[in-house]
């Protein structure tokens, strides 16, 4: 088993008055040689962006991005026509492949809006762009696990392209649950903290921790207090 721990008081931090952002790995001017990523995990951003901004139209290329939002409603419109507003429960995913134009605003003007924009590297280059975006049953995670990626466009939850699963879970306190990964041989997992205070495979985590965990099969979680936890299972290894 081999593992890594990035305290919340640890990332990067960017203040630019509309938007605070909390990087967990090297984004924009934050940069860190030993955060670069986890595996095919790029970017974790732990974003809130003040009423009525937010970010003007910019491009990605051959990225899978995954928004989920966590307070509040974050407005998007991209070049191939989607306007959406996306609130707490939704999860949206854009495969950028060959190329995309997109924009994202905070659609209340009386409170910010909070989110994670999530970057995995793709298993293919130059897809056709794509966009999706679902709303969740948060009920189906209390006290258990439910998937809101994969690999599979007719699993549960959004897709992309990358040998990938994501898992949210809401557990009271003294709650446990196990996860069993898909591909232990090739995949690692990183744990993020949203709430509360947990314990994974008997390592301590507090709000807004992240730990990687690898070379392994299946993971004991623990709350440690109520708590809500996203598991990001990627590839590691190439």
């Known amino acids: 088993m081999k593992t890594i721990l990035h305290k919340a008081n640890t990332r990067g931090d960017a ?10 790995f090297s984004f924009a001017n934050y940069y860190d040689p030993e955060r670069m990523n986890f595996g095919a995990l ?23 991005i995954v928004s989920i939002p966590l307070e509040g409603d974050l407005k998007h419109r991209d070049n191939m026509g989607n306007e959406a507003i996306i609130k707490a429960g939704d ?6 492949g060959t190329g995309i134009m997109h924009s994202e605003y905070n659609n209340n003007p009386d409170k910010p809006v909070k989110f994670l924009q999530i970057w995995v590297i ?12 679902i709303t969740l049953n948060t009920i189906d995670r209390n006290n258990k696990l439910q998937q809101v990626l994969s690999p599979n466009p007719n699993d549960s939850g959004v897709w992309i392209h ?8 809401n557990l009271d306190q003294n709650k446990e649950v196990k996860y069993s ?21 008997n390592q301590k985590l507090n709000e807004r921790d992240g730990f990687g965990i690898w070379d392994i099969e299946t993971l004991d979680i623990k709350a440690d207090s109520d ?7 990627v590839p590691v290894k190439q």
Not at 42 to 64: A, C, I, Q, W, Y
Not at 181 to 199: H, I, M, R, T, W
């Open 15 to 24: 203040n630019h008055g509309w938007l605070h952002s909390k990087h967990t």
């Open 42 to 64: 790029r970017v974790l951003n732990d974003d809130t962006v003040s009423e009525s901004r937010g970010f003007g139209t910019h491009p990605h290329k051959d990225m899978e």
């Open 91 to 96: 999860i949206q995913v854009m495969s950028a």
């Open 122 to 133: 793709p298993n293919k280059q130059d897809v056709e762009p794509r966009y999706d975006q």
């Open 162 to 169: 990358q040998n990938a699963w994501f898992n949210m879970t």
């Open 181 to 201: 990964l898909n591909d232990p041989k090739n995949n690692g997992v990183y744990a993020f903290v949203l709430k509360g205070d947990a314990s994974i495979n």
């Open 227 to 233: 708590t809500e936890i996203l598991l990001m299972e």
